[in-house]
């Protein structure tokens, strides 16, 4: 049987794997190098693929994808409140569970520009992003399952302005409006009620320092 926390660990060193394979393929001009980093890349995709529902086929898609030297990738997410209450939507690949709207931030955007846009796109109001509220490692946080790629999530306080989209011109299923002791099944690969409370805080008290790691 597992230890605990093995789970985290075995994904960290898949992680780790995957990324001296692409960091050592970026800046290899050997080919026997070069050869080697690929059967580190094989390596990874094959243990990723033994615990989990992808083949290595796809797994290894995923990864020739990334490129360059290896860095983690950048999830945005926005807060906002209404009297205390917080805007969750549900995802269409996460039915029954909720989180706050974002994803990953895109390459000519900035930060807040990247939250706001996700805003918009998952819950059809339009937002002005305030306050940075924190930037935290994924893995550190305790979020499950474990993701193959390293990522920094920042949390993003987003004053509301208008509501520009109708329910069924969005990406999600649901968005609702909830307090803090009544929140509904989250999805916990994305946000954490934790997380929330410490949005809150923020919320009541714009003074308090931008949480990170």
Known sequence: MSEPGSSARWMEWVRAL???SQTGLHYAQNPYDVQRYREIGTLAAAMLAERTTLDIAEILTLHAAEFGYATPKVDVRGIVFRDDRILLISEIMDAGRWTVPGG???VNE?????????VRE???F??????LLAVYDREQQGHVPPFPFHVYKLFFLCRMKSRVAAAQ???????GWF?????PPLSEGRVLSAQLSLALDHYRDPSLPTAFD
């Open 126 to 131: 339009e937002t002005r992003a305030v306050k």
């Open 179 to 183: 307090a803090l002791n009544e929140l």
């Open 104 to 106: 990953w931030a895109d």
């Open 110 to 118: 900035t930060p807040a520009q990247a939250v706001v846009r996700e």
């Open 122 to 124: 998952e819950s059809g």
């Open 18 to 20: 995957q990324a001296i």
């Open 169 to 175: 011109d969005l990406e999600t299923l649901d968005v």
